[in-house]
């Protein structure tokens, strides 16, 4: 299983950017989905979580600024980033918690490669 993350880039603080990522292989079924960011030196956190029935959740710190969305048919997770703000400058990992084909069901959690996200004031 593969997640493919792209999207990032530099912006200035009041604008928007919208991350993708996109996972494929022997895929059965993927339960929840998120956005986690991480600077050099700092534990990653959880941005946003969507379930498979669409159910959300965010860190107080992007509340009513960043909607996290997703395509089940197409086991693809957008993080649309709106008012961004310099303290919004990270690498944004994200994550599927994959059941894969020809194995236990049990989820297993697959990560994407980061994007940087840079937010300049």
């Known amino acids: 299983v593969q997640l493919q993350a792209s999207g990032g880039g530099l912006v200035q603080a009041g604008e928007s950017l919208r991350l993708s990522c996109a996972a494929s292989?022997?895929?059965?079924?993927?339960?929840?989905m998120g956005w986690y960011r991480q600077v050099p030196g700092k534990q990653r956190e959880n941005v946003a979580t969507?379930?498979?029935?669409?159910?959300?959740n965010y860190a107080d710190s992007v509340k009513g600024r960043f909607i996290i969305s997703r395509d089940n048919a197409k086991n693809t997770v957008w993080l649309q980033m709106n008012s961004l703000k310099p303290e919004d400058t990270s690498i944004y990992f994200c994550?599927?918690?994959?059941?894969?084909?020809?194995?236990?069901?049990?989820?297993?959690?697959?990560w994407g490669q980061g994007t940087q996200v840079t937010v300049s004031s």
């Open positions: 969507i379930t498979n029935g669409g159910i959300t």
């Open positions: 994550n599927a918690q994959v059941i894969v084909f020809g194995g236990s069901n049990r989820e297993n959690p697959f």
């Open positions: 292989g022997r895929i059965f079924k993927i339960n929840a």
